[in-house]
């Protein structure tokens, strides 16, 4: 076994509860901190933690965002399975491959066309889920204070 010979950690309590933990320079000790009530420092940080994602409706936010990806590839998909092929018959080519040649630049007008339908696609279908799920009625009303 070897022997100790650094000098000890030094640890202080102030009177608001709070703890200093103080080493010698050059000592590099690992320190365990116990805490009288664990389960109620706990609850106080996550109980903070919860009253802020209601606060800011952090969850709702998250919520919205993930079900916005999924339906943007649904929807891309929907576009690209039954609308895109009818485009495609009518001009006779891929549009997203429609190109004009005019003073030696190329114009993509095809993919501009493109982007343009996946958008209205996508307009259409969140307007068509908020008018059918009736999801504008979905705020809640203010609460009036009484006057005293």
């Known amino acids: 076994m070897s022997k ?13 509860g709070s703890v200093k933990i103080t080493q010698p320079k050059g000592v590099h000790r690992g320190v365990t901190v116990l805490l009288e009530q664990p ?11 919860v009253t802020f994602l209601k606060e800011k409706a952090v969850v709702g936010l998250a919520v ?3 079900i ?9 998909q929907l576009v690209d399975s039954f609308i ?9 080519s891929e549009l997203p491959k429609r190109a004009t040649v005019f003073g030696g630049q190329q114009f993509a007008w095809g993919k501009f066309l493109y982007i ?24 809640a009303k203010p609460v009036k204070k009484k006057k005293s």
Do not use: C, H
């Open 4 to 16: 100790d010979t650094n000098p000890q950690v030094k640890v202080t309590e102030s009177k608001d």
């Open 39 to 49: 389960d109620e420092v706990v609850r106080e940080s996550v109980g903070g933690f």
């Open 64 to 66: 919205g965002f993930i």
């Open 68 to 76: 916005g990806q999924q339906a943007q590839g649904l929807i891309k």
């Open 84 to 92: 895109t092929p009818w485009i495609n018959i009518i001009i006779g």
């Open 116 to 139: 343009l339908i996946n958008f209205i696609a996508v307009l259409v279908a969140v307007y068509a889920m908020v008018r059918i799920f009736k999801l504008d009625k979905l705020d």
